[in-house]
C-alpha cells in the first residue's frame, strides 16, 4: 500500500481538499491519504466550511475529516508528502533526519506543468478562491493518481 501525505498550514482548506480528491481518485485498498498541518491552530476541529461546499459540489465528501498536526513520525509512515507552498516545504524538511525522508517532500503543483508552483491559501478570501484551489489540486491530484493506479497495476 502507498501511503500520501497531503500538507498544508492549518489542514483547514488546501490539505482536506487535496486529501479528499486523491481518494476520490484511488483505490483505497492500495492508496491512503491523509493530510495535516504544520501548524497546530485547529487539532481536532473539522476543514472550513468552503473546503466542504466546494469538496460536496463536486461529489467528495470532507466533512468528516479531522484536522491534525504533522509530526515528525509522518515521516516515516508516509511515501510520499506533498506540501502545498514554499513554507510547509520549509517546515516540513526541517524535520527531516535523512535524504530519504527528504525525497519524499514535494510541492504538490510541482506534479503539473503550470506557473503556479504553489497552491494558494484561500482561507482570507471568498468562496471564489476555494474553486481556484479545488482545480489546482484537482489537476495536480489526476497526474499522482495515474502514477498510484499505474503502479497498483505493476
Not at 482570507?124 to 489546482?136: M, P, T
Request: proline fraction near 3%; charged fraction near 25%.
Amino acid at each position: 500500500m502507498t501511503k500520501v501525505l497531503m500538507v498544508c498550514l492549518g489542514n483547514i482548506c488546501r490539505s482536506p481538499l487535496a486529501e479528499g480528491i486523491l481518494q476520490s481518485k484511488t483505490n483505497a485498498a492500495t492508496v491512503y491519504v491523509d493530510s495535516a498541518g504544520t501548524a497546530g491552530f485547529h487539532v481536532g476541529n473539522r476543514p472550513d466550511q468552503r473546503s466542504i461546499a466546494v469538496a460536496k459540489k463536486y461529489g467528495i465528501d470532507i466533512s468528516t475529516q479531522t484536522c491534525r498536526k504533522f509530526s515528525s513520525a509522518d515521516l516515516e509512515v508516509f511515501d510520499l508528502i506533498y506540501v502545498m507552498d514554499e513554507n510547509n516545504y520549509a517546515n516540513v524538511i526541517v524535520k527531516t533526519s535523512n535524504d530519504s525522508q527528504k525525497d519524499k517532500v514535494k510541492l504538490l503543483l510541482s506534479e503539473i506543468n503550470g506557473e503556479l508552483k504553489e497552491v494558494p491559501d484561500p482561507y482570507y478570501g471568498g468562496s471564489d478562491g476555494f474553486e481556484n484551489v479545488f482545480r489546482l489540486i484537482e489537476e495536480a491530484c489526476n497526474t499522482i493518481a495515474e502514477k498510484l493506479n499505474g503502479n497498483a497495476n505493476n
